[in-house]
Every structure is written in structure tokens, then in C-alpha cells.
Nanobody, 116 residues
Framework: QVQLVESGGGLVQDGGSLRLSCTAS????????LAWYRQAPGQQRDLVAR???????DYANTVQGRFSISRDNSKKTSYLQMNNLKPTDTAMYYC??????????WGRGTQVTVSS
């Protein structure tokens, strides 16, 4: 069983920055893909960024050039650096671990609020 804990969310002004962290338990972190999703009230949960175990990355068009995903296998942690934040980035941000065993694990989320 894998548990994921997100942290780093908060309230920031338009144009500000935050760095989210997602730390995993267990021993499959290094062989798993990690993804960040976000969900605003009344909206569906959307993919923000993803990084494979080979460090290949992919981003939603809405965050391309502003957000950066990374991972540190020694710390079993994924990071989402978010720059030039906009009010439309306001959402609950969730981390997902995509294991190579066809099973995914989710964290409980961290709230990001961007004020205008």
C-alpha cells in the first residue's frame, strides 16, 4: 500500500509562486510515474503535469511554461513548481502515483488559492 501526502499549498497573490511537494511511502516510487491534478469547485479533476520514472514530462496547455514538475527518488518526493500563478489556477491540487502494477494511488490534496 502506498500513501501520498501533499504539502505546500496556500494563498498567494496573482503572479506569485508556490512549490508543492508530494511524498510517498512504500518502495515503488522510483519505478512509478507521478502526476499532479487539480480540481476547482464544481469542475472535473484535470491533469496538470506528469513525470515518468524515466523523467519524461508532460504538461497541460494551461500551465505550459509556468509550472515545472520534478522528482527526487532518494526522498520519494515529487515537486510541482508553480510560477506566475493566476486566479484561474485556484483549485485543490492532488498527487497521483501510477504504479507499474496497474494500480494508482491518490493523495488527499492541498489547496492553492490565487488572489487577484
Amino acid at each position: 500500500q502506498v500513501q501520498l501526502v501533499e504539502s505546500g499549498g496556500g494563498l498567494v497573490q496573482d503572479g506569485g509562486s508556490l512549490r508543492l511537494s508530494c511524498t510517498a511511502s512504500g518502495n515503488i516510487f522510483s519505478i512509478s510515474a507521478l502526476a499532479w491534478y487539480r480540481q476547482a469547485p464544481g469542475q472535473q479533476r484535470d491533469l496538470v503535469a506528469r513525470i515518468t520514472w524515466q523523467n519524461l514530462t508532460d504538461y497541460a496547455n494551461t500551465v505550459q511554461g509556468r509550472f515545472s514538475i520534478s522528482r527526487d527518488n532518494s526522498k520519494k518526493t515529487s515537486y510541482l513548481q508553480m510560477n506566475n500563478l493566476k486566479p484561474t489556477d485556484t483549485a485543490m491540487y492532488y498527487c497521483k502515483l501510477e504504479s507499474p502494477y496497474s494500480r494508482d494511488f491518490w493523495g488527499r490534496g492541498t489547496q492553492v488559492t490565487v488572489s487577484s
